[in-house]
Nanobody, 121 residues
Framework: VQLQASGGGLVQAGGSLRLSCVVSASIHSLNHVGWHRQGPGNQRELVARITFGARRDSTNYADSVKGRFAISRDMAKNTVYLQMNSLKPEDTAVYYC?????????????WGQGTQVTVSS
């Protein structure tokens, strides 16, 4: 499974960006897709995750982004988005998307390359 992340850039505080993660496998084969970030000198942290359900998806967010970020998916495009609003300088980080695929042999995690998000004050 390959993941292609894009959409990062430089934005002023209070602005918005939308990140995209294109997954090479069908979303139907995945347990979840998440966005993680790693800021300068920080450990990588989970920002948002969408877990795919038979009837409905579930989402969860880091406390620091609740109410500002929204994760969603487009099944037809095998793409997961992270809409980021009201951005703050502390949101500056490299953002990575991650997917977990389930197969008969087990569950496997995959990572995309990062996309840089820089928020200026």
């Amino acid at each position: 499974v390959q993941l292609q992340a894009s959409g990062g850039g430089l934005v002023q505080a209070g602005g918005s960006l939308r990140l995209s993660c294109v997954v090479s496998a069908s979303i139907h084969s995945l347990n979840h897709v998440g966005w993680h970030r790693q800021g300068p000198g920080n450990q990588r942290e989970l920002v948002a995750r969408i877990t795919f359900g038979a009837r409905r998806d579930s989402t969860n967010y880091a406390d620091s982004v609740k109410g500002r970020f929204a994760i969603s998916r487009d099944m037809a495009k095998n793409t997961v988005y992270l809409q980021m609003n009201s951005l703050k300088p502390e949101d500056t980080a490299v953002y990575y998307c991650n997917a977990q695929q389930r197969l008969f042999s087990g569950e496997y995690d995959y990572w995309g390359q990062g996309t840089q998000v820089t928020v200026s004050s």
